[in-house]
């Protein structure tokens, strides 16, 4: 059997390659293509039904990044062992390559379109995630289906001041920006990532610096599908159409959506007058087939799309009545929660989060178990989008990729104003609850994550606050408007929605989705300098609640206290089987951990009260201490015996505590002095060369006063 297998070589310019191979692999796929870098591949197919279904006036696509486990010469976790649902990883890297191909299809192909990306073989300095979106846009250029790429996906970092494509993994430890920027040969229109408190400038540098790798990769693609024979893509007719009924609806309805627009209503009520135009009309046109009524909803939204717009870009005047640069009324609450670790509700408009802390132990920690990034995680932030947030009727069937795509976000906001693993032993859990929702809650989550983190006492380094900038645009290109805190409307009807999020030193954030070609890096930076001014402003708005971390930590949130043992004597303190440390756990109400960290055991003490600390202390100390010539100790009665008791002063550690030393007075026989099990403070009076314990008791005790 005779395969047509075609390659293309990607140069990196620094003696680093990546592979594009077709015709090998999935033939039966529309298009297929395996990525390699190193030791790293990936599997990228893409199907697409021949036909749209009846009804749909959307691009059904969907988007599945999978790991499997092998790549990493690695078998599953969890009952199954098998590859189960994605991860938030795969989610998160799935929505990456969403995002950028979703703006390339045709507006109107609307067939069922699959692309499936799966790593198959990993190098484990090789991050897959940034060579996803180049894997499926080269899937796309293979095939006949009709797509306006082809694009691809790169990472940038500023590694000891130098801006990098695609580092390693071990590289990135010492990035101050990373971003994942997507974009075709003549326009970027996604970025994400996060970075040290960045100016706007260095920002823009580092995505020009990423769009110039991404034209080699979209040229190199190109001579791909010229190779392949796919340059003529498949014909379709997936929209009805209908002029006259679209030229009467602009003449009847226009004015009337544009005053509406005008009137600064509330969501409701303008949502309400909108439905109200539209119904009246299609009342209007009598008995018509549902083809008909479905073109005239499609055409009346056309309306409602033109009129908002045209009234930004003629009037410089938005839905609620703002001006482009105004940010909605803010106010914000620290401690609403009494129970909680920490609290914060922070309100922007019709945005509102209500987000809570929480500090655990090492124990609760999350176990990361994918097939390329496993380890732990002590910062998790959670975000929940329940249905009456929106006054929407909505089963709750747990995290959605919406939910795991904002929480990212907020998370890699956050987390880099945390203190350093050494300043925190916490394991800290923030969770947003967004209550309501119009415009941007991601960016709420990360203002109430600010303030519920310093309610809880957690030492941030400086308060972070978000924004979420809209960009609205003529058909021409010549005329715009950047838009700040924009509305859940705006979002829908605008060309971009670019979320910046900060410190007042810079920015630590970005996520930047762009609907249109041919943003100028012009825009760009004065989107970026507008939103800068709105970050600030809501920052000092959080400052009028709380300004700086408080001072110590909530009564009722637990300690933690971490003290370092030797080495040797971790088991002892584990005992056999977790037998000492469980009974220590359970007579104190302490959670106790152990790590080993090189020469020395790293113990954590985690509990809700000082005594049970304590406690747990004082019995770890016994067990990795030494005895102490002339030391006092709490000891117990192990054994008794006719000459006297043995006595328990550390784990292991027994010492005799002779029949003569017990009192100054004289005892004939051990007869019911002690019982097994008794407590008894005893003083180590010497160690003899055998490594034996001498004890007294006498010895902590006054002496009698002499009778005449």
């Given at each position: 059997?005779?395969?047509?297998v075609?390659?293309?070589?990607i140069?990196?310019?620094?003696?680093?390659?990546?592979?594009?191979?077709?015709?090998?692999?999935?033939?039966?796929a529309d298009?297929?293509?395996?990525?390699?870098?190193?030791?790293?591949?990936l599997?990228a197919?893409?199907?697409?039904s021949?036909?749209?279904?009846?009804?749909v006036d959307?691009?059904?696509?969907?988007?599945?990044?999978?790991?499997?486990?092998?790549?990493?010469?690695?078998?599953?976790?969890?009952?199954?062992?098998?590859?189960?649902?994605?991860s938030?990883?795969?989610?998160?890297i799935s929505?990456?390559?969403?995002r950028?191909?979703?703006p390339?299809?045709?507006?109107?192909?609307?067939?069922?379109?699959?692309?499936?990306i799966?790593?198959?073989?990993?190098?484990?300095?090789?991050?897959?995630?940034?060579l996803?979106g180049?894997?499926?846009s080269?899937?796309?250029?293979?095939?006949?289906?009709?797509?306006?790429g082809?694009?691809?996906?790169v990472r940038?970092?500023?590694?000891?001041?130098q801006?990098v494509?695609?580092?390693?993994?071990?590289?990135?430890?010492?990035?101050t920006?990373?971003?994942?920027?997507?974009?075709?040969?003549?326009?970027?229109?996604?970025?994400?990532?996060?970075?040290?408190e960045?100016?706007e400038a260095?920002?823009?540098?580092a995505?020009?610096?990423?769009h110039n790798a991404?034209?080699?990769?979209?040229?190199?693609?190109?001579e791909l599908t010229?190779?392949?024979?796919?340059?003529?893509k498949?014909?379709?007719n997936h929209?009805?159409?209908?002029?006259?009924?679209?030229?009467?609806?602009?003449?009847?309805?226009?004015?009337?959506v544009?005053?509406i627009?005008?009137?600064?209503?509330?969501?409701?009520?303008?949502?309400a007058?909108?439905?109200?135009?539209?119904?009246?009309y299609i009342?209007?046109?009598?008995e018509?087939d549902?083809?008909?009524?479905?073109l005239?909803?499609?055409?009346?939204?056309?309306?409602?799309?033109?009129?908002?717009?045209?009234l930004?870009?003629d009037?410089?005047?938005r839905?609620?009545g703002?001006?482009t640069?105004?940010?909605?009324?803010?106010?914000?609450?620290?401690?609403?929660?009494?129970?909680?670790h920490?609290s914060?509700v922070?309100?922007?408009?019709?945005?509102?989060s209500?987000?809570t802390?929480?500090?655990?132990?090492?124990d609760?920690?999350?176990?990361?178990?994918?097939?390329?990034?496993?380890g732990?995680?002590?910062?998790?932030?959670?975000?929940?989008?329940?249905?009456?947030?929106t006054g929407?009727v909505?089963?709750?069937?747990?995290?959605g990729r919406?939910?795991?795509?904002?929480?990212?976000?907020?998370?890699?906001?956050l987390?880099?104003v945390?203190?350093?693993?050494?300043?925190?032993?916490?394991t800290?859990?923030?969770?947003?609850?967004i209550?309501?929702?119009?415009?941007?809650?991601?960016?709420?989550?990360?203002?109430?994550?600010?303030?519920?983190?310093?309610?809880?006492?957690?030492k941030?380094?400086?308060?972070v606050?978000?924004?979420?900038m809209?960009?609205i645009?003529?058909e021409?290109g010549?005329?715009?408007a950047?838009?700040?805190?924009?509305l859940?409307?705006e979002d829908?009807?605008g060309?971009?929605?670019?979320?910046?999020t900060?410190t007042?030193?810079g920015?630590?954030?970005v996520?930047?989705?762009?609907?249109?070609?041919?943003?100028?890096?012009?825009?760009l930076s004065n989107a970026?300098?507008?939103?800068?001014?709105?970050?600030?402003?809501?920052?000092g708005?959080m400052?009028k609640?709380?300004?700086a971390?408080?001072e110590?930590?909530?009564?009722?949130?637990p300690?933690?206290?971490?003290?370092?043992?030797?080495?040797?004597?971790?088991?002892?303190v584990i005992g056999?089987?977790?037998?000492?440390?469980?009974?220590m756990?359970?007579e104190?109400?302490?959670?106790?951990?152990?790590?080993e960290v090189g020469?020395?055991?790293i113990?954590?003490?985690?509990a809700?009260?000082?005594e049970?600390?304590?406690?747990?202390v004082?019995?770890?100390?016994?067990?990795?201490?030494?005895?102490?010539v002339?030391e006092i100790?709490?000891g117990?009665?192990k054994?008794?015996?006719?000459?006297?008791?043995?006595?328990?002063?550390?784990?292991g550690k027994?010492g005799?505590?002779h029949?003569?030393?017990?009192?100054?007075?004289?005892?004939?026989?051990?007869?019911?002095?002690?019982q097994?099990?008794d407590?008894?403070r005893?003083?180590?009076?010497?160690?003899d060369?055998q490594?034996k314990?001498?004890?007294?008791?006498?010895?902590?005790?006054?002496?009698?006063?002499a009778?005449?």
């Amino acid at each position: 059997m005779s395969l047509n297998v075609i390659k293309k070589v990607i140069d990196l310019g620094d003696g680093r390659t990546i592979e594009i191979e077709t015709g090998k692999l999935a033939k039966q796929a529309d298009g297929s293509v395996v990525i390699k870098q190193g030791d790293t591949m990936l599997l990228a197919t893409v199907v697409s039904s021949p036909e749209a279904k009846e009804g749909v006036d959307f691009l059904p696509l969907s988007v599945d990044y999978q790991e499997k486990y092998a790549a990493t010469g690695r078998i599953p976790g969890g009952f199954l062992r098998r590859e189960a649902r994605l991860s938030d990883y795969e989610v998160l890297i799935s929505r990456l390559v969403d995002r950028a191909l979703r703006p390339l299809f045709p507006e109107d192909y609307h067939a069922d379109t699959q692309v499936m990306i799966s790593l198959i073989s990993a190098d484990k300095d090789i991050m897959p995630d940034a060579l996803a979106g180049l894997a499926a846009s080269a899937a796309l250029s293979v095939s006949d289906i009709p797509f306006n790429g082809p694009i691809s996906e790169v990472r940038v970092a500023k590694i000891d001041g130098q801006l990098v494509i695609n580092p390693t993994l071990s590289q990135l430890a010492n990035a101050t920006l990373e971003f994942i920027v997507a974009g075709s040969e003549n326009d970027i229109n996604m970025v994400e990532g996060e970075s040290a408190e960045i100016q706007e400038a260095e920002l823009v540098e580092a995505i020009k610096f990423a769009h110039n790798a991404i034209k080699d990769h979209c040229r190199v693609q190109k001579e791909l599908t010229a190779e392949v024979g796919k340059t003529e893509k498949r014909t379709y007719n997936h929209e009805h159409s209908n002029e006259e009924l679209k030229k009467a609806i602009y003449a009847a309805t226009y004015d009337q959506v544009y005053a509406i627009a005008a009137s600064a209503s509330a969501k409701e009520e303008r949502a309400a007058k909108f439905k109200a135009v539209r119904d009246a009309y299609i009342e209007t046109l009598g008995e018509i087939d549902d083809i008909t009524k479905g073109l005239a909803k499609k055409y009346y939204h056309d309306v409602e799309y033109d009129a908002i717009r045209n009234l930004v870009l003629d009037e410089g005047k938005r839905l609620d009545g703002r001006n482009t640069k105004q940010i909605r009324p803010i106010w914000s609450e620290v401690g609403y929660l009494p129970s909680a670790h920490g609290s914060a509700v922070f309100t922007r408009g019709e945005t509102q989060s209500l987000t809570t802390v929480t500090l655990g132990a090492k124990d609760d920690e999350q176990m990361i178990d994918g097939a390329f990034i496993n380890g732990y995680n002590k910062f998790l932030l959670h975000y929940n989008f329940p249905g009456f947030s929106t006054g929407e009727v909505r089963p709750n069937r747990g995290a959605g990729r919406r939910e795991i795509g904002h929480g990212n976000l907020a998370m890699r906001s956050l987390k880099r104003v945390l203190p350093a693993d050494d300043e925190n032993p916490y394991t800290i859990r923030v969770v947003s609850d967004i209550l309501e929702s119009n415009g941007s809650s991601s960016m709420a989550t990360v203002c109430a994550g600010t303030l519920a983190l310093m309610d809880a006492g957690v030492k941030i380094s400086a308060p972070v606050s978000g924004i979420a900038m809209g960009l609205i645009t003529n058909e021409g290109g010549d005329k715009y408007a950047i838009l700040s805190d924009i509305l859940g409307d705006e979002d829908h009807l605008g060309d971009m929605d670019f979320k910046v999020t900060g410190t007042a030193k810079g920015i630590v954030a970005v996520q930047m989705d762009l609907k249109i070609n041919g943003l100028s890096y012009e825009v760009l930076s004065n989107a970026l300098d507008q939103a800068k001014e709105g970050r600030l402003h809501i920052l000092g708005e959080m400052a009028k609640t709380i300004q700086a971390p408080r001072e110590d930590y909530k009564p009722h949130a637990p300690r933690i206290i971490t003290i370092k043992i030797d080495k040797e004597y971790i088991g002892a303190v584990i005992g056999p089987g977790g037998k000492i440390i469980q009974e220590m756990q359970r007579e104190t109400g302490a959670t106790i951990s152990i790590e080993e960290v090189g020469n020395q055991g790293i113990v954590q003490i985690f509990a809700d009260n000082k005594e049970a600390i304590d406690k747990a202390v004082t019995r770890i100390k016994n067990i990795a201490s030494k005895p102490e010539v002339g030391e006092i100790y709490e000891g117990k009665v192990k054994s008794i015996m006719p000459f006297g008791a043995f006595v328990e002063i550390m784990p292991g550690k027994d010492g005799l505590l002779h029949i003569s030393e017990i009192d100054h007075k004289r005892f004939e026989s051990m007869d019911g002095i002690f019982q097994v099990g008794d407590e008894v403070r005893v003083k180590l009076l010497d160690i003899d060369k055998q490594g034996k314990l001498k004890l007294s008791r006498k010895a902590l005790l006054p002496k009698p006063e002499a009778t005449n």
